[in-house]
């Protein structure tokens, strides 16, 4: 059993929480320090030992690169808490300069895996800071024995390039163990009134909001826009207003996350899988957890052509996949969405097995296992053998 470190930039993070929880079950030991976002508690970590490096600011990158620099060379203090772990799950690059760090207070170095989940627009400035950037990174990963990463495409266009460690992909599945109910596409059972359109989880695209309320005025009533999740209020001129104004979309704020996924879900034919956030770069190469999650829940995804998650959606021969978001486009493809094509496509959705968009026990296991053979460690049934 792996003694694993799990150091992250936001112990506020959900999804941070999920990650723990996933190396506990496939058979970890694991401690936990990061630092925490400013008036944001401290999410249930399911770890033996949490420890609080500093506070960090959204949107103030300065401030972010002190408590690293901090956090670097103050390790041999904080660390004390720790016991000598096998591995250390570097999460982003700042944590990885602080693993760095780290690897020096043991006579015998953990080993140190990379995990990298996005790849943030300054990493992919052609500019010095840019350039700066990678070089820094570049140099880091020469200490990594592996890379986590969640997209194909982030190897394909990225990392490939930037002479990463060996990889592991591992998608946004959802984690969701004792959750076994899933969503039921209504379509499947024919379609009354409106169809029904659901934008959910990371609400940061300002041309999906301006698209979507277009596209429902046009059509009069005939499609209805649901709107959940967290929206990024810094990227909106004016979200709420906007919403407050449009006469078919709707807010129905934040949703808890396993349990809220069956029924908002359930309650749409269709799901928007669209970002522009940082368009052409990590938009068109993440696979986003709302693909996951709604496919899952028997939700018709659309994407854009192009980008990794209209790839994905053909893979597995579901969805609709579209070549741009201008109002011509939207109408049309939602003016012919009869109930024999909603039904048609809902019927797609649900003949995938739902392994290819839940993450299981045995995927945990496995993760865990790489991770032991990373540091060298083998598990007992191979010591058995």
Not at 39 to 49: F, G, H, N, S
Not at 88 to 99: C, F, Q, Y
Not at 165 to 187: Q, T, W
Request: charged share 25%.
């Amino acid at each position: 059993m792996p003694r694993i470190l799990y150091l992250v930039h936001n112990l506020s993070d959900p999804a941070v929480s999920r990650r723990l929880a996933m190396l506990r079950l496939g058979g970890a030991e694991v401690e936990i320090a990061g630092f925490r976002r400013a008036d944001a508690p401290v999410a249930d970590l399911p770890a033996e030992t949490v420890v609080e490096l500093d506070i960090t600011h959204d949107a103030r990158m300065l401030q972010r690169l002190l408590a690293t620099l901090k956090a670097r060379y103050g390790a041999k203090r904080w660390a004390k808490a720790l016991v000598r772990p096998d591995v250390i799950i570097a999460r982003n690059l700042e944590m990885l300069a602080v693993a760095e760090g780290l690897l020096s207070l043991w006579d015998e170095p953990p080993a140190l895996v990379y995990e990298c989940l996005d790849i943030h627009r300054l990493m992919l400035r052609q500019d010095r800071l840019g350039r700066g950037m990678r070089a820094v990174e570049q140099r880091l990963m020469r200490r990594a024995n592996l890379l986590i990463t969640s997209s194909p495409a982030f190897l394909e266009r990225y990392f490939d390039e930037q002479g990463a460690p060996p990889a592991l992909l591992i998608e946004n599945k959802v984690f969701a163990p004792g959750h076994d109910a899933v969503g039921r596409n209504s379509a499947l059972d024919g379609v009354e009134g409106p169809v029904q359109l659901g934008w959910f989880g990371a609400l940061r695209c300002r041309k999906s909001l301006a698209a979507l309320d277009g596209v429902s005025r046009a059509l009069r009533g005939k499609l209805e826009v649901t709107l959940r999740g967290r929206p990024a209020l810094t990227e909106f001129e004016d979200f709420h207003g906007t919403v407050e104004a449009a006469p078919h979309v709707s807010f129905g704020g934040a949703y808890r996350y396993p349990d809220d996924l069956a029924p908002i879900y359930s309650g749409v034919h269709l799901v928007w899988a669209i970002d522009f956030f940082e368009e052409g770069q990590n938009s068109a190469w993440l696979l986003p957890n709302r693909i996951y999650e709604g496919c899952l829940n028997g939700a018709v995804p659309i994407a854009l052509a192009g980008t990794e998650t209209a790839a994905f959606v053909e893979r597995h021969g579901i969805g609709v996949v579209i070549p741009d978001i201008e109002q011509q486009t939207l109408v049309e493809l939602f003016g012919r969405m009869t109930p024999e094509r909603l039904r048609e496509l809902a019927g797609a959705v649900a003949a995938v097995g739902k392994r290819a968009f839940r993450c299981e026990a045995e995927e945990c296991v496995a993760l865990v296992s790489r991770l032991a053979g990373v540091a060298g460690i083998k598990r007992e049934t191979e010591l058995a053998a």
